[in-house]
């Protein structure tokens, strides 16, 4: 059994993690507010221009299509990985860091896989490999639609020029505090909508429909792409604070554990010590 100094000090270490994973878990917390309101406000918008993009897409001719639903085959593919900059949270970068890694050895295998990584851990993670081809971890410094969108702006291009036929991202979808979801979205080119197409005959448009659309896409593939880092943002501090909840229960646990043992060892101590003086008390009378 360990001496009581070495419990002591176990304690006095548990006790100080116990602190600092419980102030984790309040920062996390209230940051988790803020970024919550943000997503849930802005879900609804993102949706019904998608919707109403979609829509109008789908009524068009195929020869007036936009150049960002041209299908071309696949050779270039950019998979753009969503992480945070900081971990204790759990699994969530992981998680994106696999399924990546599940897109470039599976579903795009013998393709020619970039990464363009948005936080530090999927740079991390994948820039030994050489194929990562840009790092927008500050983006959280800043994270604002504008400065999104002038990534949005730069996967676009990079579409229309043909570096790459298929970008997709790969991002945690906020549910709640405890549970994220995975997604893989494709973000270029724009996904036909499915199904039978509303022919919009109640409708006069002014302008044409095409010069909507031309309009609409850029706007709507910058919302898609800020909506997806929005999402990633508020399930990391959700994760983090889920994660950092655990484990200040389990240093609870343990540090409880170890002043039981700690009490146990020193009761011990003292049983001895008054066996030795009434053991040395009647050696003496003897």
């Known amino acids: 059994m360990a001496n009581l100094k070495e419990i002591r000090n176990r304690i006095s270490s548990v006790s100080s993690t116990m602190q600092i994973t419980s102030a984790m878990k ?113 983006i959280y410094d800043d994270l604002t639609f504008n400065s999104v969108a002038d990534i949005a702006e730069m996967l676009m291009g990079k579409f229309t020029r043909g570096e790459f036929d298929k970008i997709e991202i790969v991002y945690n979808k906020f549910k709640n505090a405890a549970t994220q979801e995975v997604m893989t979205e494709q973000f270029l080119p724009i996904v036909p909508i499915e199904g039978e197409a509303d022919n919009n005959s109640d409708y006069i448009f002014e302008p044409s429909k095409l010069e909507i659309v031309e309009e609409l896409i850029p706007k709507s593939l910058k919302t898609q792409l800020y909506k997806g880092i929005r999402d990633s943002f508020a399930s990391e501090h959700g994760a983090r604070m889920t994660a950092m909840h655990k484990a200040t229960d389990n240093a609870t646990e343990l540090r409880d554990q170890l002043k039981l043992t700690y009490n146990k060892a020193r009761q011990a101590a003292i049983t001895n010590e008054i066996l030795e003086i009434v053991g040395g008390a009647e050696a003496l009378n003897n």
């Open 26 to 138: 309040m920062v996390s917390a209230a940051k988790l507010k803020k970024a919550q309101d943000a997503i849930t406000a802005m879900r609804p918008y993102s949706d019904k221009l998608t919707e109403l993009l979609q829509s109008l897409s789908a009524t068009l001719d195929e020869d007036a299509g936009s150049k960002f639903a041209e299908q071309r085959e696949i050779n270039n593919v950019l998979i753009v990985s969503i992480t945070s900059n900081r971990g204790l949270c759990g699994a969530f970068n992981s998680n994106i860091i696999k399924q990546t890694q599940h897109l470039i050895s599976n579903v795009y295998a013998g393709k020619k896989v970039s990464v363009l990584a948005i936080g530090k851990k999927a740079n991390d993670a994948f820039a030994k490999k050489g194929i990562v081809i840009g790092n927008q971890s500050a």
